[in-house]
């Protein structure tokens, strides 16, 4: 499938009446939790990202957690930066390992890293941090190691 950012963007609001955003090859697009599955296999089927490269997250603090999810189409050059933002405190987001096998161990390193749970995920247990692990999500802002003292 040839498809280009800008009518992929056009598909994007036809189906999902978003308005993504488009910067040359990257078409980022905001998404409701609820959307997240729904618009990966859509990604997955009708825009032909095939390819996950990468899923992760970043804590906005006080306004919460966002996940992030680039995808691409590796034929077309077009890359689908899918973005949600769970809501202060809520750290539930649907999985994608139905949609992208390599989202699997993605979800478990966020689920590690930041205390994500990610709904209907297979397997979803520690994959960097040991099961003894107690300090809490290690990349989330309100982390604090009281238990070493910083390298200087």
Known sequence: MSLAPAAAADLIRQTFGIEPRVE???VTVPLAREQWPDFGRFARET??????NFLSAIDWKAEGIE??????????????MMRTKLGAGELRCPTLVDVWAGANWMEREAFDMFGLTFDGHP????????DNWELGPPLRKDFVDSGHVPYR
């Open 67 to 80: 996940v992030i999810c680039r995808v691409e189409n590796l034929a077309t050059g077009v890359a689908v």
């Open 123 to 130: 397997d979803l247990r520690r994959l960097l941090l040991g």
């Open 24 to 26: 040359d090859r990257l």
């Open 47 to 52: 825009l032909g990202c095939l390819y996950l």
